[in-house]
């Protein structure tokens, strides 16, 4: 069964530094996802990426972060100078249309610890 | 403001004892509403969705149904494999956004 691969699984860096979390979506896929979760807390929309462009972006989406899409396979999350409240799982996500009638298909996450 | 509230926030249940768990949400136009089970350290697996009031949705043990002010997830007769948090979460008219509920830990014993 295909498969959205999240690497690293786990990253830990020191405050103020630029992190990028990686994500290979399933290929024929169009509606890409970067979502939250906080130990404890819900999982939280962050951004969705349509046709190359950000489509819709929470209020957690500030300058701090970017996402791109640099080639045909790879759909990353950049956090450009991180902080401590940042430290979350973060998951990616596609799927084929964007209503969701599938679902989305997530991946395992990336827990980022920043210290 | 767009809201999922879930309950109960966990749940014991023995093998083949039968329950059902409540995703009370309020949203401006409901696109959809998703049911997932996530697993420790995993991502949320798909389940189901539905849309509008009166739909049913079955696959094994789980049943999910909808009404305009809730959904809820009915367990049939459950395994210990089907210990996870069930997460619901709804998409509002006018965004692909999911807004998720905080979850219901399920816990089966054997």
């Known amino acids: 069964e295909p498969e959205v691969t999240q690497t690293p699984s786990h990253q830990v860096t020191q405050m103020g530094q630029e992190v990028i979390l990686r994500c290979v979506p399933i290929?024929?896929?169009?509606?890409f996802y970067w979502y939250r979760q906080i130990l404890g807390q819900k999982v939280e929309f962050l951004v969705s990426f349509y046709n190359n462009e950000i489509s819709e972006k929470s209020e957690i989406f500030d300058d701090q972060f970017s996402v791109e899409r640099p080639d045909g396979s790879n759909f990353t999350l950049k956090i450009r100078s991180t902080k401590l409240e940042d430290s979350a799982m973060y998951f990616c996500?596609?799927?084929?249309?964007?209503?969701?009638?599938?679902?989305?298909?997530f991946g395992s996450g990336t827990r980022l610890t920043v210290v | 403001e767009d809201q999922v509230t879930q309950s109960p926030e966990a749940l014991r249940l023995q093998e083949g004892e039968s329950s059902s768990l409540n995703c009370s949400y309020t949203?401006?136009?409901?696109?959809?509403l998703f049911w997932y089970r996530q697993d420790p350290g995993k991502g949320p697996e798909f389940l189901f969705t539905?849309?509008?009031a009166g739909e049913e949705k079955e696959k094994e043990r789980l049943k999910a149904t909808l009404t305009k002010k809730e959904s809820f997830l009915h367990i049939t007769a459950p395994k210990p494999e089907d210990s996870a948090t069930y997460l619901c979460a709804v998409q509002a008219a006018g965004t692909y956004k999911y807004i998720f509920g905080t979850g219901t830990r399920l816990k089966v014993l054997a």
């Open positions: 539905l849309y509008s």
């Open positions: 290929s024929n896929h169009l509606y």
């Open positions: 996500a596609s799927s084929e249309g964007g209503l969701g009638a599938y679902g989305y298909t």
């Open positions: 949203v401006s136009g409901l696109r959809g």
